[in-house]
């Protein structure tokens, strides 16, 4: 089954074309990184008209790489979680091509589809493994069964811990994206200069919890002279508060799981830091690690058009509503057929 993906909960517009038999055929993103840096974050309503000016073109030039339209046998469209306003552009233009061109189409959970994105490697993990999903909005654990079969062992409290690197970016005077800059920054700092907590790692549980660091650089920088090494050192103190909790608490889920594969997803999984410590576990422990590749792990239409077709191919159809959901707990997601 080929399918068309298309992506606009926030502030990447993305079209892709997945086909169950060769696999990834075409995909492009755009990201509105320059539009929203001005504001220091993204503004909605420019995100919403943004997406209407760039979908179209994005849309033709992925169709024209996969073949033209007429092989298109469905459609699958971000529906949630994410902005409201970006979210209705890229679901009304999938519900009327769909209509137009007689498929199915389907609203996918953007967070469903990062976890399903190292789906798309060579060498995808088989169902079931352990998955961390640490993203801009979301960082949680979760045990995966199968596409829609999910079980969350542990999700965050406050802050997720892409937030909590941009927050800490833009107390450090860095620009937006702030998570990025951030981990550039910290490869000058000196280790050992500042020490910050690994919130909830001395207790039970696989909950995290990322507010308070922020609080923690504050208090750790008051009355300091902010140069640039001194920012460097922070930062790379911050990362390394990120990272170890991630890492521990990720430990500790395979542990009580049993789980041999772990699956880390989502924007902050490009972060080579995490990664480098991430894998070093994984040797140590006996535990297969898996990642999507770079500019999969951020917002995508590949993982949608993927999710799409896992979720057509197994039955499942939508009927004529338009769907866009700013709010929808992954807790709520069935299996096909359910």
């Not at 702030?178 to 696989?206: H, I, N, S």
């Not at 504050?218 to 990272?243: H, I, K, P």
């Not at 990664?275 to 239409?301: K, L, Q, S």
């Not at 197994?314 to 807790?331: F, K, S």
């Amino acid at each position: 089954m080929r399918v068309l993906g298309l992506e606009t909960s926030c502030d990447e517009t993305a079209v892709a074309v997945y086909d169950g038999d060769a696999g990834l055929l075409a995909h492009q993103v755009y990201s509105q990184v320059d539009l929203h840096a001005a504001y220091g974050g993204v503004v909605p309503e420019l995100a919403s008209r943004d997406h209407l000016r760039k979908l179209l073109p994005i849309l033709k030039k992925v169709l024209d790489e996969a073949g033209g339209s007429k092989a298109i046998e469905g459609v699958a469209y971000t529906s949630g979680p994410g902005l409201v306003g970006a979210l209705m552009v890229g679901a009304a233009v999938a519900r009327s091509l769909a209509f137009a061109w007689r498929v199915p189409c389907i609203g996918v959970h953007h967070m469903e589809g990062h976890l399903l994105a190292p789906l798309l490697e060579a060498e995808p993990p088989q169902f079931p493994f352990l998955a961390l999903l640490v993203s801009g909005g979301h960082t949680l654990l979760a045990q995966v069964e199968g596409v829609g079969r999910y079980q969350i062992l542990g999700s965050s409290l406050d802050d997720a811990a892409g937030e909590a690197f941009d927050k800490t970016a833009k107390l450090l005077g860095l620009g937006y994206p702030g998570g990025p800059q951030l981990a550039k920054l910290a490869e000058q700092g000196r280790p050992d200069v500042f020490r910050f907590p690994r919130p909830l790692t001395e207790r039970p549980g696989l909950d995290f919890s990322f507010s308070g660091l922020k609080t923690a650089v504050v208090v750790a920088l008051r009355g300091r002279e902010l140069d640039d090494q001194t920012r460097a050192d922070a930062a790379l103190a911050f990362e390394e508060a990120v990272v170890d909790t991630l890492v521990i608490k990720c430990r500790r889920a395979l542990e009580e799981t049993d789980a041999r594969t772990l699956v880390v997803a989502g924007g902050v999984g490009a972060n080579r830091r995490l990664r480098a410590r991430m894998r070093a576990m994984g040797e140590r422990d006996g535990v297969r690690v898996v990642y999507p590749r770079v500019e999969f792990c951020t917002d995508n239409a590949a993982m949608i058009a993927l999710l799409g077709h896992l979720r057509l191919s197994a039955g499942q159809r939508d009927d004529l509503a338009i769907r866009a959901r700013a709010r929808w707990p992954m807790t709520e997601l069935l299996p096909p057929g359910a």
